[in-house]
């Protein structure tokens, strides 16, 4: 009876540490074709939609936006790059994410791109590519690595959130409301929200879900 649960274990963990390596599975366990597809799909709507122009008026769909693309979109596509491994690999997606999103948030280089088609493109290009190294950084450390990697990046978008709505003045003019209805400083309070509590959310709930994962094969190789 103890040789055949210990067969059962190796089968188990053979099994679990080859989802791992070939990363045939993430998340809650959709397979990553039909993952990406609906990745593609989520940014198609996102640039090709009514969006980026909206955005141009309102700090709030610019943050919609902004997290769908830096966030939802490489979360979904789980991109497998030629990563160094270790701290090394971890560092280089953190920093890449934090300076494309600190970067893309101060007042002049935020306006360029709401007001200039040139630094739109360079913005949303940025947060996309910036997005997909931190996911493939956190892909390439294993689960304990990726989640601290996610970790980190879920206190550094709160930070920011937390300091764009706090303001007690509004950072980027009137050009970034006026869609909605509400001030300058009404809009620059809502979008600090939704990058503090939706943003930092996404990051914290897949740092949980691969710490998660973790746990289940150190029981398993115990």
């Keep these: 009876m103890a040789r055949k649960n210990t067969v059962l274990r190796a089968r188990k963990n053979a099994v679990l540490m080859a989802h791992e390596k070939a990363g045939l599975m993430t998340g809650a366990g959709n397979p990553v074709p039909m993952r990406r597809g609906i990745a593609v799909a989520l940014l198609a709507a996102l640039w090709v939609g009514p969006l980026p122009d909206l955005a141009t008026g309102s700090m709030v769909l610019h943050m919609v936006l902004h997290l769908g693309v830096t966030a939802l979109v490489p979360a979904l596509w789980a991109p497998r790059l030629p990563m160094p491994a270790g701290a090394m690999a971890l560092a280089l997606g953190a920093i890449a994410e934090m300076v494309a999103v600190w970067g893309w948030h101060l007042p002049g280089p935020h306006m360029w791109a709401r007001l200039d088609g040139v630094g739109f493109a360079l913005e949303q290009g940025s947060f996309l590519g910036a997005g997909m190294v931190l996911w493939a950084a956190a892909r390439s450390a294993g689960a304990f690595g990726g989640a601290l990697v996610l970790l980190a990046t879920t206190m550094h978008m709160t930070l920011l959130g937390a300091l764009i709505g706090l303001s ?32 930092g959310a996404i990051y914290l709930l897949a740092a949980l879900a691969r710490l998660a994962r973790a746990l289940r094969l150190t029981e398993v190789r115990a």
């Excluded at 007690?168 to 209805?181: E, K, T």
């Design 168 to 199: 007690p003045r509004d950072l980027y003019g009137g050009i970034c409301a006026g869609h909605l209805g509400l001030s300058a400083l009404q809009e620059q309070q809502v979008a600090g929200a939704l990058m503090a509590g939706a943003g």
